[in-house]
């Protein structure tokens, strides 16, 4: 049997459901690869490099800005599931024009995505917005902060259902990252100075997870048994609403990049990083792997 550390390096829904899935139901045994999941969370780039990652949002940002040559062999799906929470008396991201933001820094992909996300929407993320950066995490300090008016609105993720966030304190989602930037994101990622794509570990845990999003479009309660583990505060209704929402209309069947989509977004990361586009879609995704 293969062996492989495979590194997730952030938290919630977007970044474990499809892993974890492969996990539990048996397809990495299956696949004969023994994979130890990592949390990479902290880890520098130099340390997450030599194990496959799951994070391929990092995983660009890092070979556009430093020249790491990272390669995505599996997608899993094309929409972030970041969304802009906020307080009351918000109903737009031009309403955040001079309001308290809890983001990510910058240089992390999900803060990457809400710079884009936000000038799209004609805010300067670091003229018309009081920006207080935040780290990833569960986003438990960032509702407390929501509640006490301490901040005005928050970017938060997939480990919290927003829409049911919102209905409980009668707050507003004012945007998922989705559906105003896409790129294809989440999935495995290898460098191949330390790791050749080809390597028959890697491969089979593409195989794996394509296995487990068969599951996710297939399999819908079994699929949403498993998100009300990642969300635990939520009812039944409620992590079943978030699947028929956010998880099943899109994330993929195959494991495939858009190209065109990757394009567009490699563009749009490049310009907000003020790096060049040294990487074609192409070249950056490819996800049309041989079986070994």
Known sequence: MFT???AYVGRGLHEELVAYIADQQGYYAAEGVHVALRDGCSWDEERLRHGATIGLGRALLSRLADGVPWVALNVN???PLFWFLARAGLTSLADLAGRRLAVHAPHTAPGCFARIVLRQAGLDPDRDIHTIVRPPGNYGMDLRWLHDGRIDAA?????????????????????WAGDHFQIPTVGVAVDPTYIHPDNPAVQAVVQAHRRALQVIHNEPDTTVRYIQ??????????????????????????GQADLAVGATA???????????ATVTAAEFYRTATTTP
């Not at 009812?235 to 099943?248: L, N, P």
């Not at 490699?266 to 060049?276: D, K, Q, R, S, Y």
Request: proline share 5%.
């Open 4 to 6: 492989i550390d495979l």
């Open 77 to 79: 799906t094309h929409r």
């Open 155 to 175: 970017l938060v993720g997939s480990t919290m259902a927003p829409e049911a966030i919102a209905a409980e304190h009668g707050w507003q989602v004012l945007a």
């Open 229 to 254: 583990t990642f969300l635990g505060r939520h009812t039944a209704d409620e992590a079943r609403a978030h699947y028929e929402s956010f998880i099943a209309p899109y994330f993929t069947t195959d």
């Open 266 to 276: 490699i563009t749009a990361v490049a310009a907000e990083l003020g790096a060049p």
